[in-house]
């Protein structure tokens, strides 16, 4: 019962440096996001994918980009990355209107110096 | 733009006691809303929903309450345990796009 798998659980990268976070679900769901979340703050919506084909900004989308790759696979990519996207990252998939329930993953905890 | 806030960042309760936690929206159109408990750590995991066609809900424990009226919903937990302490969300997944409130910290006194 994998759920929603992310890759890598920890990252560090250096100011101006690439990297794509990865996540995959196998519970067949339309929907994917990705979250960033802060210290002492809620969980923000980076990019989301309605279902497979689209994607759509969220709350906090500059410095990112998101590859819906197949119904599974939802990827997310720091072009150059920096300080400020310090942070802990989530991947979630759901099926809200047949269950109300979004599945998250471990998390990614990503540093940038 | 729409979104989903908290009234209060932390809340503390003695053991025993009934925690009530709030959340104001702000979508008019919004018609379903998902609380989350965050453990140290962890992902949020689902606790309860409530559709906009119900003022209540209520699970083992947890009850939600939706007033519409003035756009504020609430989460009821009884008889408050040690293993409640966690930070909760409440969510709005309004056509798909699910957007999460800042979220009140829940902590437990012996």
């Known amino acids: 019962n994998a759920g929603v798998t992310q890759t890598p659980k920890f990252q560090v990268l250096k100011t101006g440096q690439s990297m794509t976070l990865q996540c995959a679900q196998d519970?067949?769901?339309?929907?994917m996001y990705w979250y960033r979340q802060d210290p002492g703050m809620g969980l923000r919506l980076i990019y989301y994918s309605a279902s497979e084909g689209t994607t759509d900004k969220g709350e906090v989308p500059n410095g990112y980009n998101v590859s819906r790759l197949n119904k599974r696979e939802f990827s997310l990519r720091l072009e150059s990355a920096a300080p400020s996207q310090t942070s802990v990252y989530f991947c979630?998939?759901?099926?809200?209107?047949?269950?109300?329930?979004?599945?998250f993953g471990q998390g990614t905890r990503l540093t940038v110096v | 733009g729409e979104s989903v806030g908290l009234h209060l960042p932390t809340l503390s309760v003695q053991e025993g006691d009934n925690s009530i936690i709030n959340c104001a929206y702000s979508?008019?159109?919004?018609?379903?809303f998902i609380w989350y408990k965050q453990e140290s750590g962890k992902g949020p995991q689902f606790i309860i929903d409530i559709r906009s066609n119900m003022d209540k809900r209520q699970g083992q424990r947890v009850t939600v309450l939706l007033n519409k009226t003035v756009k504020h919903l609430s989460l009821q937990i009884a008889a408050t345990q040690p293993g409640d302490s966690a930070v909760y969300f409440c969510?709005?997944?309004?056509?798909?796009?699910?957007?999460f409130g800042q979220g009140t910290r829940l902590t437990i006194n012996p």
């Open positions: 979630a998939s759901s099926e809200i209107g047949r269950r109300p329930e979004a599945f």
């Open positions: 979508n008019s159109a919004s018609d379903y």
């Open positions: 969510a709005d997944p309004f056509r798909q796009k699910l957007v």
């Open positions: 519970m067949n769901h339309n929907s």
